[in-house]
């Protein structure tokens, strides 16, 4: 008979939406860890900390599960072009969208592990997050086709390899550089951003130049797009500023949490201490 001191300890009791975000969290977990082809339930529920019954009694299968749990991630592009509807119109607002575009993937682990898997695998999911994008894509781009008029300029066959190429780099970035440009870096992430903001300018000012050319007596208009294109430049060189002290404040930070975990990993600390406490 067990000592009548001894008390036996439970595990707390949780609610259905703690189950289900525990669910969610564990899933978050694994897909980082292996991708959505290599999860498995298994995986999940043994992180969750739940027994596989619980996970079946909400999901028929783990493509049940995984055809709610990308919901999430079906229409951000949508709400990055909505944010962006009031300054479409102009070059700057057309390298802001891009550049939204490419932080928001190297922010979200999940939406690269998506893109790696609609390439990887066809099925009713992938296509569908595929096609909800395609749909959202071509908003955007009937939105600066009417900004950007000139037979010259193709602006969809430009914008749809810019953001090709975006998504490639992305998912390539943990694999090795690319011509020698490193994403996973400042410097690199830098490079890029610069690289677009001259696109913008070209396709942008191109179709100015056109359009001035034929009404060259109209100095009013040129002189507008003198003040314009001084004005965008003098806010890129505040935006730089700005970005380059946040990547110095950010470097110090990381050298100061390093510089706190060895002094506590030398006073004998456990490293998961020192993880939970500097994050």
């Not at 066959?157 to 011509?179: E, N, P, Q, W």
């Not at 942008?204 to 965008?232: K, P, S, T």
Request: glycine fraction near 4%; hydrophobic fraction near 40%; aromatic fraction near 8%.
């Amino acid at each position: 008979m067990a000592d009548a001191n001894e008390v036996k300890t439970r595990r707390p009791r949780r609610s259905k939406a703690d189950i289900e975000e525990a669910i969610q969290k564990a899933a978050v977990s694994q897909i980082k860890k292996k991708g959505f082809s290599m999860a498995l339930v298994t995986d999940i529920v043994r992180k969750a900390k739940i027994e596989p019954i619980v996970f079946y009694n909400r999901y028929k299968n783990l493509d049940e599960f995984y055809d709610e749990f990308v919901k999430k991630y079906d229409y951000w592009m949508s709400d990055l072009i909505h944010d962006s509807v009031n300054e479409i119109a102009s070059e700057e607002g057309y390298s802001n969208v891009i550049e939204k575009l490419m932080n928001k993937l190297l922010d979200d682990e999940i939406m690269i592990e998506l893109l790696r898997w609609e390439v990887a695998d066809g099925n009713h999911i992938t296509e569908r997050t595929s096609r909800l994008r395609e749909l959202h894509i071509l908003e955007l781009i009937n939105k600066y086709s009417d900004a950007i008029s000139g037979k010259e300029l193709d602006l969809v066959a430009i914008t749809t390899l810019l953001v090709a190429g975006i998504y490639y780099f992305i998912l390539h970035k943990d694999r090795s550089t690319f011509s020698g440009i490193d994403l996973n870096t400042p410097e690199g992430k830098h490079r890029i951003v610069k690289a677009i903001r001259s696109l913008a300018a070209m396709m942008f000012h191109q179709a100015d130049n056109a359009r001035m050319a034929v009404d060259g007596n109209n100095l009013h208009e040129v002189e507008a797009y003198r003040r314009r294109f001084e004005d965008a430049c003098r806010e890129r060189v505040d935006i730089d500023f700005r970005a380059h002290v946040e990547e110095l404040v950010k470097a110090r930070e990381a050298a100061e949490r390093k510089r706190i975990a060895e002094t506590l990993r030398a006073e004998g600390v456990s490293p998961e201490i020192i993880s939970r406490c500097l994050g």
